[in-house]
């Protein structure tokens, strides 16, 4: 076995190119996946059953499957039921936005309903409007119990954007896995894609520890 | 557009079969890292400090890495390293159980630390060792309490094994994209099989909280 | 012999002619700054009920889990059975097979049965068979008045009953000696009175008993010797007469006359 690591730096604007995506796609899809998330659990909150049972079958839905599946499901339906194609990174955007919407969705709900409805009740007490008791007593309380979860979430995503390389985003996974298949350098390709996630996500995952300590909820 | 669900039909026990390997594969990777997460949690909270901060540097590591990453690298890399060439199903239970174990590690941890000290002190009290304690009174209860959590580690370990596909175990997903491969009818084929994988998560993550409910006293200290 | 013979009382304090159970000498503990027990020197007799009271916080408790080494003295002497406590864990856990303790919040172990609850520390500890551990747990189970509850779980007990197989757990250990720590403050009103029933029965029966209360009632009726606590030290002891009837320092009249005591 001869190992050739030179490979990995002469392919370093390409994997820097993939990381950059990968980068991209976590962010763009978090700025999706937070709005929809707050309108769909608001959506879910609603009196409306029309509404709320929408949210909910959405949610549930695109919860309970496997995000590989909704990739391919993106890639070959979209397209079809739209009439026009979508590039890769769309697509791929497309399912992690469906995917991390449900979760976020959730996470909202949670913490709008963690809110004793004793404090909106005193809010309107004090002479606050709805709307005001939401935006000055309610959100400011349920933040701290989302921002944990949602940072959780963040790493998810940062880690399942690896999938959409399956339809050929050109992310940090696909890039490594081409040129893998390219130059058969699999060993040194493939530690070289583990190494480049680990150090990105390894210090994102000890600030969602920090986070989650800094703002843990003591009942 | 004409839908034409006859490949559905054609090929729904080839379909089933790959259903039963994504369960098995599932079921397998959660009783593995199970254990494996359990060593790791009882390491982390009682061993020397040789021992808990080689355990951290693993479950982060875990949980910074994607599953993709870790599943390629063992089913390309690790043969390259030792010569061995594995069954994709075996490279797939490793990988999934390498990272499930991280998680399974951090839920035992949170159940162990979850009982109250006087339940240590009760023990202490009988005369029972630290062994003694965490085998006959901790670990029992923390169990039960860690059942929600290790029905989502099932659910969410079902969800990834799809991933496995991308080394070709013959799993739903694989198999499901072999038939759209043949017949080319991948809107018919993927929904069906997304409702498949919906009517296998859904019910079991409500059946996993309904027998929760029903032992839930066990670990109430 | 008249009552008021100054000499009687220490004459007549139970347990004097044989050696002393437990001796503290001098104990300290410190939790941090904080000063929990501040030169503690007291002595339990064999087959003595001695009640501490006081104050939340006045180092009770803490002096009480100095007795079994769940906590480890800052300086002093704590002498079980003529010899001080081991250090070492392993020394020290034997120690605790003979002495048992009942929690405030009875610690019962919610995944076992009743009578497993009970049978646990001989199974475990002593290494006892089970069918003789559970033959000895039933009996201990009937004493406690729960022989019907035996095959429960406590999670389907009341408070009272919890306590009473928490007792029951303690005695299945055969011990020398008996810790209370607060062991009706968790009760409901109407279970307090069958956990000092209980209790009570054991005094009788001659178990050495170290409860640290806020039961005055208890204290009066049962104790042989009473110990107050004030700011982690010792203010006054003696027989129960005494403290309740006649306090001789102000300390103890002025925490008697908080929880409303009158004589």
Same mark, same amino acid.
């Given at each position: 076995?001869? %190992?050739?690591?030179?490979?990995?730096?002469?392919?370093? !604007?390409?994997?820097?190119?993939?990381?950059?995506?990968?980068?991209?796609?976590?962010?763009?899809?978090?700025?999706?996946a937070?709005?929809?998330?707050i309108?769909?659990?608001?959506?879910?909150?609603?009196?409306?059953?029309?509404?709320?049972?929408?949210?909910?079958?959405?949610?549930?839905?695109?919860?309970? %499957?496997p995000?590989?599946?909704?990739?391919?499901?993106?890639?070959?339906?979209?397209?079809?039921?739209?009439?026009i194609e979508?590039?890769?990174?769309?697509?791929?955007?497309?399912?992690?936005?469906?995917n991390?919407?449900? !979760?976020?969705?959730?996470?909202?709900?949670?913490?709008?309903?963690?809110?004793?409805?004793?404090?909106?009740?005193?809010?309107?007490a004090?002479?606050?409007?709805?709307?005001?008791?939401?935006?000055?007593?309610?959100?400011?309380?349920?933040?701290?119990?989302?921002?944990?979860?949602?940072?959780?979430?963040w790493?998810?995503?940062?880690?399942?954007?690896?999938?959409?390389?399956?339809?050929?985003?050109?992310?940090?996974?696909?890039?490594a896995?081409?040129?893998?298949?390219?130059?058969?350098?699999? %060993?040194?390709?493939?530690?070289?894609?583990?190494?480049?996630?680990?150090l990105?996500?390894?210090?994102?995952?000890?600030?969602?520890?920090?986070?989650?300590?800094?703002?843990?909820?003591?009942? | 557009? $004409?839908?034409?669900?006859?490949?559905?039909?054609?090929?729904?026990?080839?379909?089933?079969?790959?259903?039963?390997?994504?369960?098995l594969?599932?079921?397998?990777?959660v009783?593995?890292?199970?254990v494996?997460?359990?060593?790791?949690?009882?390491?982390?909270?009682?061993?020397?400090?040789?021992?808990?901060?080689?355990?951290?540097?693993?479950?982060?590591?875990?949980?910074?890495?994607?599953?993709?990453?870790?599943?390629?690298?063992?089913?390309?890399?690790v043969?390259?390293?030792?010569?061995?060439n594995?069954h994709?199903?075996?490279?797939?239970?490793?990988?999934?159980?390498?990272?499930?174990?991280?998680y399974?590690?951090?839920?035992v941890?949170?159940?162990?630390?979850?009982?109250?000290p006087g339940?240590?002190?009760?023990?202490?009290?009988?005369?029972?060792?630290?062994?003694?304690?965490?085998?006959?009174?901790?670990?029992?209860?923390?169990?039960?309490?860690m059942?929600?959590?290790?029905?989502?580690?099932?659910?969410?370990?079902?969800?990834?094994?799809?991933?496995?596909?991308?080394?070709?175990?013959? $799993?739903?997903?694989?198999?499901?994209?072999?038939?759209?491969?043949q017949?080319?009818?991948?809107?018919?084929?993927?929904?069906?099989i997304?409702?498949?994988?919906?009517?296998?998560?859904?019910?079991?993550?409500?059946?996993?909280?309904?027998?929760?409910?029903r032992?839930?006293?066990?670990?109430?200290? | 012999?008249?009552?008021?013979?100054? #000499?009687?009382?220490?004459?007549?304090?139970?347990?004097?002619?044989l050696?002393?159970?437990?001796?503290?000498?001098?104990?300290?503990?410190?939790?941090?700054? &904080?000063?929990?027990?501040?030169?503690?020197?007291?002595q339990?007799?064999?087959?003595?009920?001695?009640?501490?009271?006081?104050?939340?916080?006045?180092?009770?408790?803490?002096?009480?889990?100095?007795?079994?080494?769940?906590?480890?003295?800052?300086?002093?002497?704590?002498?079980?059975?003529?010899?001080?406590l081991? /250090?070492?864990?392993?020394?020290?856990?034997?120690?605790?097979q003979?002495?048992g303790? =009942?929690?405030?919040?009875?610690?019962?172990?919610?995944?076992?049965?009743?009578?497993?609850?009970?049978?646990?520390?001989?199974?475990?500890?002593?290494?006892?068979?089970?069918?003789?551990?559970?033959?000895?747990? #039933?009996?201990?189970?009937?004493k406690?008045?729960?022989?019907?509850?035996?095959?429960?779980?406590p999670? /389907?007990? /009341?408070?009272?009953?919890?306590?009473?197989?928490?007792?029951?757990?303690?005695?299945?250990?055969e011990?020398?000696?008996?810790? &209370?720590?607060?062991?009706?403050?968790?009760?409901?009103?109407?279970?307090?009175?069958?956990?000092?029933n209980?209790?009570?029965?054991?005094?009788?029966?001659? #178990?050495?008993?170290?409860?640290?209360?806020?039961? #005055?009632?208890?204290a009066?009726?049962?104790?042989?010797?009473? =110990?107050?606590?004030?700011?982690g030290?010792?203010?006054?002891?003696?027989?129960?007469?005494?403290?309740?009837?006649?306090?001789?320092?102000?300390?103890?009249?002025?925490?008697?006359?908080?929880?409303?005591?009158?004589?």
């Amino acid at each position: 076995m001869t %190992l050739d690591w030179s490979i990995v730096w002469e392919s370093r !604007y390409a994997l820097a190119e993939g990381a950059k995506l990968t980068v991209m796609l976590t962010v763009i899809t978090m700025l999706i996946a937070i709005p929809a998330g707050i309108v769909l659990a608001v959506m879910r909150l609603s009196k409306s059953r029309v509404l709320s049972t929408s949210s909910m079958c959405f949610v549930e839905f695109f919860r309970n %499957l496997p995000l590989l599946l909704v990739v391919y499901w993106a890639f070959y339906v979209m397209p079809v039921f739209m009439g026009i194609e979508f590039s890769a990174f769309t697509t791929g955007l497309v399912a992690l936005s469906l995917n991390v919407s449900a !979760y976020n969705s959730e996470t909202f709900r949670a913490g709008i309903n963690s809110i004793r409805k004793g404090q909106t009740e005193a809010a309107i007490a004090l002479g606050m409007s709805r709307g005001e008791a939401m935006r000055k007593i309610v959100i400011p309380q349920a933040w701290r119990r989302v921002l944990p979860v949602l940072a959780s979430t963040w790493v998810s995503l940062f880690k399942d954007t690896s999938l959409v390389s399956v339809i050929a985003v050109g992310e940090l996974a696909h890039v490594a896995m081409q040129i893998r298949s390219q130059t058969f350098r699999v %060993l040194e390709m493939l530690t070289a894609m583990a190494v480049i996630y680990w150090l990105m996500g390894y210090p994102q995952a000890k600030l969602v520890d920090w986070i989650r300590k800094k703002y843990e909820v003591k009942e | 557009m $004409e839908l034409d669900f006859s490949p559905l039909l054609d090929s729904w026990g080839y379909l089933l079969g790959g259903l039963g390997i994504t369960v098995l594969l599932a079921v397998l990777t959660v009783l593995c890292s199970i254990v494996l997460g359990m060593a790791l949690s009882i390491g982390r909270i009682y061993g020397s400090a040789w021992l808990r901060i080689p355990i951290v540097f693993y479950i982060d590591t875990q949980r910074a890495i994607p599953v993709f990453v870790v599943l390629v690298w063992i089913y390309f890399a690790v043969p390259i390293l030792t010569g061995w060439n594995f069954h994709p199903f075996w490279a797939a239970l490793v990988a999934l159980t390498l990272n499930a174990s991280a998680y399974a590690a951090e839920i035992v941890r949170a159940g162990i630390e979850s009982i109250r000290p006087g339940q240590v002190r009760a023990g202490l009290a009988l005369g029972m060792s630290r062994a003694q304690i965490v085998r006959q009174v901790l670990l029992p209860q923390a169990l039960v309490r860690m059942l929600p959590s290790f029905g989502s580690l099932l659910t969410h370990t079902i969800k990834d094994t799809a991933i496995a596909a991308v080394i070709a175990v013959p $799993e739903l997903m694989k198999r499901a994209e072999t038939v759209v491969g043949q017949s080319y009818r991948p809107i018919e084929v993927f929904t069906t099989i997304m409702f498949v994988y919906f009517i296998i998560l859904y019910p079991g993550s409500r059946l996993i909280e309904r027998l929760y409910q029903r032992v839930a006293h066990l670990g109430r200290s | 012999m008249s009552a008021d013979d100054p #000499m009687l009382t220490s004459h007549q304090r139970r347990g004097a002619d044989l050696p002393p159970v437990v001796v503290y000498e001098e104990v300290r503990k410190l939790f941090g700054d &904080f000063v929990a027990l501040d030169g503690v020197s007291i002595q339990v007799n064999q087959g003595e009920v001695m009640c501490l009271i006081g104050p939340s916080g006045s180092g009770k408790s803490t002096l009480l889990r100095c007795t079994n080494a769940l906590e480890v003295v800052s300086s002093g002497r704590v002498i079980f059975e003529g010899k001080p406590l081991p /250090s070492n864990e392993t020394e020290a856990r034997k120690i605790r097979q003979r002495m048992g303790m =009942v929690f405030q919040n009875f610690e019962l172990f919610p995944h076992k049965s009743t009578l497993d609850n009970v049978a646990i520390g001989p199974i475990t500890v002593l290494g006892m068979k089970e069918g003789d551990a559970r033959a000895r747990a #039933m009996k201990l189970l009937d004493k406690v008045g729960l022989t019907d509850k035996a095959g429960s779980f406590p999670s /389907s007990l /009341s408070g009272g009953q919890q306590q009473r197989v928490a007792i029951a757990r303690a005695l299945a250990m055969e011990p020398d000696v008996m810790l &209370f720590d607060e062991p009706t403050s968790a009760l409901d009103p109407e279970t307090i009175g069958e956990v000092l029933n209980v209790m009570k029965q054991l005094a009788e029966e001659g #178990m050495t008993m170290i409860v640290v209360t806020h039961e #005055m009632t208890f204290a009066r009726r049962v104790a042989n010797w009473v =110990v107050v606590f004030d700011h982690g030290k010792v203010v006054e002891q003696g027989p129960p007469e005494q403290i309740f009837d006649a306090p001789t320092c102000d300390r103890t009249r002025d925490f008697l006359g908080h929880l409303g005591w009158n004589g």
